[in-house]
């Protein structure tokens, strides 16, 4: 399965744990929101996507990691350990403290700064037909609406510096592409049909005048 990632307009935060004299900051956000349409996603094809709230019912998220910028050297924290994971009513939350490191510290400074403010997610689908929908859409410069029903594996939470939604992140699973591609040709040819009978009753009319 290919892993998909999407960035997220969820404002992160840092809080302010412990005592007053050992105080310990976390970072806390939602990885992800249910029911909130993302803006225009895609290039050859354009769509709107929304996770659905039982998205994660059955996720695998036994092993995810909390990176910056979805590096794997430079982790934040891994669930079970100094990583926790929340499902809500919201989306999935999460909560990490970062290990003592001087990337990890100098992300805390950007974040308490606010130049750094969002969070991304990776994930997988799994290869049902179930698992998502795409539907064709009634707006202008979108082609399909696209509904996440499953996700299969959270792999991880990532702060990012990006924007939210790039078009150059809207990547798909080469699944949910063959799917989307299927769509794309039968609407083709729903839009090529009016076409293809008018040539049809043209060719009959001109045989028919051959014949008279």
């Known amino acids: 399965?290919?892993?998909?990632?999407?960035?997220?307009t969820t404002k992160i935060e840092l809080?302010?744990?412990?005592?007053e004299s050992d105080p310990e900051e976390v970072i806390e956000?939602?990885?992800?929101?249910?029911?909130?349409d993302s803006s225009v996603l895609g290039g050859w094809v354009r769509f709107i996507e929304r996770i659905d709230e039982h998205a994660l019912d059955n996720a695998d998220m036994s092993n995810v990691v909390a990176t910056f910028n979805h590096d794997n050297n430079q982790v934040l924290g891994r669930s079970n350990v100094n990583l926790d994971l929340t499902v809500d009513n919201i989306g999935l939350k999460f909560r990490v403290k970062p290990t003592d490191t001087s990337y990890a510290k100098d992300l805390?400074?950007?974040?308490?700064?606010?130049?750094i403010n969002q969070c991304s997610f990776a994930f997988t689908i799994p290869e049902s037909d179930d698992a998502q929908e795409w539907r064709d859409a009634d707006q202008d410069g979108v082609d399909y609406y696209r509904e996440i029903r499953q996700i299969d594996k959270i792999y991880d939470v990532s702060v990012v510096t990006t924007p939210a939604y790039?078009?150059?992140?809207?990547?798909?699973?080469?699944?949910?592409?063959?799917?989307?591609?299927?769509?794309?040709?039968e609407k083709e040819s729903r839009e090529l049909e009016p076409l293809r009978e008018k040539m049809l009753l043209e060719l009959?009319?001109?045989q028919l005048l051959r014949d008279l």
């Open 15 to 19: 809080r302010t744990e412990g005592t």
């Open 166 to 185: 790039p078009d150059t992140e809207a990547t798909v699973g080469q699944r949910s592409l063959d799917m989307l591609k299927k769509k794309q040709a």
């Open 29 to 36: 956000g939602y990885a992800l929101k249910f029911n909130r």
């Open 1 to 8: 399965m290919d892993k998909e990632i999407r960035q997220v």
């Open 204 to 206: 009959e009319r001109e």
């Open 108 to 115: 805390m400074a950007n974040i308490r700064s606010g130049v």
